[in-house]
């Protein structure tokens, strides 16, 4: 940066010669002298010699060019405080002195060392020297890539929407994110709004997606087939019940004219026993692979299906990582980061009144992806920070939990400076409170506060609450609830009903979650290939797929189901409370 601001001092010494003939004796010998210890790289001497200068009551030409090269002097003397003092000096005495433009290219540069880039652009943004554009754009764009913080660089943008250099830098660094995290539409945004064009390389560009007679499906799940005892509850049922949800779809796609076949591969959990199945021929094959399950086995199978450029599908996982950088790769579920936008968007069109929005989650990884996205979402829109966030262990929850069983103000008091967590005792004046967390002692701690405040708040949570026996049916009558529910299943629909007899009639038992969930993944994936090919997302643009069982699929680019219902008790029954935002998939 110091090459680049010297140029700025060179078309300052010019402008300084045009006043030095009118000042003449000791002021011009003393500056003159200051000058060949600054060029000299003696700043602290320059310093020395300036400061007497500057300080004199009597004022000149000259001053304001003595005050220039005490700033610098200060600034190469690691004293950026004192720099920026005698420039804004300049700039508040001086205020039609004509280098006043080079001030400000230098105090934007101060504004950026410091980490404060508002203050950085916004002193930038009044110079109009058309001499200083290019410095200016090399100064934005050297400090803007140092920034990781993509959230912060959208938020720049937002307030300096015609800014091209903060735009190309938000947009270079999106498009270098994992697949799963890139937000496609603000790209494509930006690539309309500012003619970029990003180079990358299309894996599925040249691909053809052939379509055949019949697929071939690798499943790669933790069967333990030697181990499962049918006769006892057994921790691994829960992969049968979604292999049997697989089974159902492939037979009633067979009644299609669609022809799936499976295999069955049992990786055991065991990273050696997953590549011991990867090395057989015939897996590379495939046409599609489902699973699998487990963090030890899932790098194995999904690098196994980018090498030979085959679609993987994870039944159950809600983790990004799952999918990375991987085209090939796709969650069947919605992201966690997913679900949070999508309650945040809830929170945002749902609101009669202005918003104030608080937000609650546990210890867990899960919990704090949740927790920021959607607060980085709902900031992001409101144009202004959140009332509270606040991160709760168990303990601290039912200790206050207990202060407000007690009811004593003393003893609340005392709680509330127990556990470092006041603001969740008062939650009085917000709109909406998000609660990212499935531990019943913090839900039944929220609950009970909600119960006690004189107006109304609407809580979002997620949908596992309504297996807790911590939410009560009273409150879910009272209260303004709405859940997350990436699983909602409507029961009063027919499909739901002729499914749960076509799959008795199957296995002899009656569906669970996970057999839905097999059953409508693999339902949709067998039309897609029937429709598409091998690489159907080829054609996925921002299609909704209305769901049989569950409400519906929709990917787009992205590689985890943007379709979220959020639903809310009404009239005896759950309905879907943002049914009009889950037809776009771009929200």
Same mark, same amino acid.
């Given at each position: 940066?110091?090459?680049?601001?010297?140029?700025?001092?060179?078309?300052?010494?010019?402008?300084?010669?045009?006043?030095?003939?009118?000042?003449?004796?000791?002021?011009? %010998?003393?500056?003159?002298?200051?000058?060949?210890?600054?060029?000299?790289?003696?700043?602290?001497?320059? %310093?020395?010699?300036?400061?007497?200068?500057?300080?004199?009551?009597?004022?000149?030409?000259?001053?304001?060019?003595?005050?220039?090269?005490?700033?610098?002097?200060?600034?190469?003397?690691?004293?950026?405080?004192?720099?920026?003092?005698?420039?804004?000096?300049?700039?508040?005495?001086?205020?039609?002195?004509?280098?006043?433009?080079?001030?400000?290219?230098?105090?934007?540069?101060?504004?950026?060392?410091?980490?404060?880039?508002?203050?950085?652009?916004?002193?930038?943004?009044?110079?109009?020297?058309?001499?200083?554009?290019?410095?200016?754009?090399?100064?934005?764009?050297?400090?803007?890539?140092?920034?990781?913080?993509?959230?912060?660089?959208?938020?720049?943008?937002?307030?300096?929407?015609?800014?091209?250099?903060?735009?190309?830098?938000?947009?270079?660094?999106?498009?270098?994110?994992?697949?799963?995290?890139?937000?496609?539409?603000?790209?494509?945004?930006?690539?309309?709004?500012?003619?970029?064009?990003?180079?990358?390389?299309?894996?599925?560009?040249?691909?053809?997606?052939?379509?055949?007679?019949?697929?071939?499906?690798?499943?790669?799940?933790?069967?333990?087939?030697?181990?499962?005892?049918?006769?006892?509850?057994?921790?691994?049922?829960?992969?049968?019940?979604?292999?049997?949800?697989?089974?159902?779809?492939?037979?009633?796609?067979?009644? !299609?004219?669609?022809?799936?076949?499976? /295999?069955?591969?049992?990786?055991?959990?065991?990273?050696?026993?997953?590549?011991?199945?990867?090395?057989?021929?015939?897996?590379?094959?495939?046409?599609?692979? &489902?699973?699998?399950?487990?963090?030890?086995?899932?790098?194995?199978?999904?690098?196994?299906? !980018?090498?030979?450029?085959?679609?993987?599908?994870?039944?159950?996982?809600?983790?990004?990582?799952?999918?990375?950088?991987?085209?090939?790769?796709?969650?069947?579920?919605?992201?966690?980061?997913?679900?949070?936008?999508?309650?945040?968007?809830?929170?945002? !069109?749902?609101?009669?009144?202005?918003?104030?929005?608080?937000? &609650?989650?546990?210890?867990?990884?899960?919990?704090?992806?949740?927790?920021?996205?959607?607060?980085?979402?709902?900031?992001?829109?409101?144009?202004?920070?959140?009332?509270?966030?606040?991160?709760?262990?168990?303990?601290?929850?039912?200790?206050?939990?207990?202060?407000?069983?007690?009811?004593?103000?003393?003893?609340?008091?005392?709680?509330?400076?127990?556990?470092?967590?006041?603001?969740?005792?008062?939650?009085?004046?917000?709109?909406?409170?998000?609660?990212?967390?499935?531990?019943?002692?913090?839900?039944?701690?929220?609950?009970?506060?909600?119960?006690?405040?004189?107006?109304?708040?609407?809580?979002?949570?997620?949908?596992?609450?309504?297996?807790?026996?911590?939410?009560?049916?009273?409150?879910?009558? %009272?209260?303004?609830?709405?859940?997350?529910?990436?699983?909602?299943?409507?029961?009063?629909?027919?499909?739901?009903?002729?499914?749960?007899?076509?799959?008795?009639?199957?296995?002899?038992?009656?569906?669970?979650?996970?057999?839905?969930?097999?059953?409508?993944?693999?339902?949709?994936?067998?039309?897609?290939?029937?429709?598409?090919?091998?690489?159907?997302?080829?054609?996925?643009?921002?299609?909704?797929?209305?769901?049989?069982?569950?409400?519906?699929?929709?990917?787009?680019?992205?590689?985890?189901?943007?379709?979220?219902?959020?639903?809310?008790?009404?009239?005896?029954? /759950?309905?879907?409370?943002?049914?009009?935002?889950?037809?776009?998939?771009?929200?």
């Amino acid at each position: 940066m110091s090459v680049r601001c010297f140029g700025l001092i060179l078309v300052c010494l010019l402008s300084a010669h045009a006043v030095l003939a009118r000042v003449g004796g000791d002021f011009l %010998k003393s500056y003159k002298e200051a000058k060949k210890h600054y060029f000299s790289s003696d700043y602290t001497a320059a %310093k020395a010699i300036l400061a007497p200068l500057i300080a004199a009551k009597e004022k000149n030409d000259i001053t304001p060019y003595a005050l220039f090269y005490y700033a610098l002097s200060a600034y190469y003397n690691g004293e950026p405080d004192l720099a920026e003092a005698t420039f804004i000096t300049i700039v508040e005495e001086y205020p039609d002195w004509e280098q006043r433009e080079e001030l400000w290219y230098w105090l934007g540069q101060l504004g950026f060392e410091a980490g404060d880039y508002r203050v950085g652009l916004d002193r930038l943004a009044g110079i109009t020297d058309r001499t200083l554009e290019v410095p200016v754009e090399q100064m934005k764009m050297y400090f803007l890539q140092q920034l990781d913080d993509l959230f912060f660089l959208k938020t720049l943008l937002k307030q300096y929407p015609k800014d091209r250099v903060i735009a190309r830098v938000l947009f270079d660094k999106m498009a270098l994110q994992p697949l799963i995290s890139r937000d496609f539409d603000l790209l494509d945004t930006l690539a309309h709004d500012f003619h970029f064009c990003v180079e990358k390389q299309d894996v599925l560009k040249e691909a053809i997606s052939s379509q055949k007679v019949s697929y071939n499906v690798g499943v790669f799940l933790p069967f333990f087939v030697d181990e499962v005892d049918y006769e006892e509850e057994s921790s691994n049922l829960f992969v049968i019940e979604l292999y049997q949800g697989i089974k159902a779809a492939v037979a009633e796609l067979a009644d !299609r004219g669609i022809r799936i076949n499976l /295999f069955a591969y049992d990786t055991k959990k065991d990273p050696v026993t997953t590549a011991g199945l990867l090395a057989q021929e015939k897996v590379r094959g495939m046409d599609l692979i &489902i699973g699998p399950l487990y963090a030890d086995t899932i790098p194995l199978v999904t690098e196994f299906a !980018r090498a030979n450029q085959i679609n993987l599908f994870n039944p159950l996982s809600e983790n990004t990582d799952v999918v990375g950088d991987n085209p090939f790769a796709f969650l069947f579920k919605s992201s966690l980061e997913t679900q949070a936008k999508r309650a945040a968007e809830f929170t945002l !069109r749902n609101s009669g009144r202005e918003l104030c929005v608080g937000i &609650i989650y546990g210890t867990s990884k899960a919990d704090a992806v949740q927790a920021y996205a959607y607060k980085q979402h709902v900031e992001y829109n409101m144009g202004k920070e959140v009332a509270f966030m606040v991160s709760l262990t168990p303990e601290e929850a039912q200790t206050s939990l207990n202060a407000q069983r007690k009811g004593s103000k003393d003893v609340v008091d005392a709680m509330q400076e127990e556990i470092g967590a006041t603001k969740l005792l008062s939650l009085d004046g917000l709109t909406h409170v998000y609660v990212a967390s499935k531990d019943e002692l913090i839900v039944a701690s929220l609950l009970s506060n909600v119960e006690t405040l004189k107006y109304p708040v609407c809580v979002i949570g997620h949908e596992a609450w309504l297996r807790q026996s911590s939410l009560t049916f009273d409150q879910l009558k %009272k209260l303004d609830l709405c859940f997350v529910s990436p699983n909602y299943i409507d029961y009063e629909k027919k499909d739901i009903h002729e499914f749960r007899e076509r799959l008795y009639e199957y296995f002899a038992q009656y569906p669970t979650t996970y057999t839905c969930v097999g059953y409508e993944m693999m339902l949709f994936l067998g039309h897609m290939l029937h429709q598409h090919g091998v690489y159907f997302q080829k054609h996925w643009d921002k299609q909704l797929y209305p769901g049989t069982l569950f409400e519906g699929v929709a990917y787009g680019m992205h590689h985890d189901n943007q379709y979220v219902p959020i639903v809310k008790f009404q009239k005896d029954r /759950f309905v879907i409370c943002n049914k009009e935002m889950l037809h776009d998939p771009r929200t």
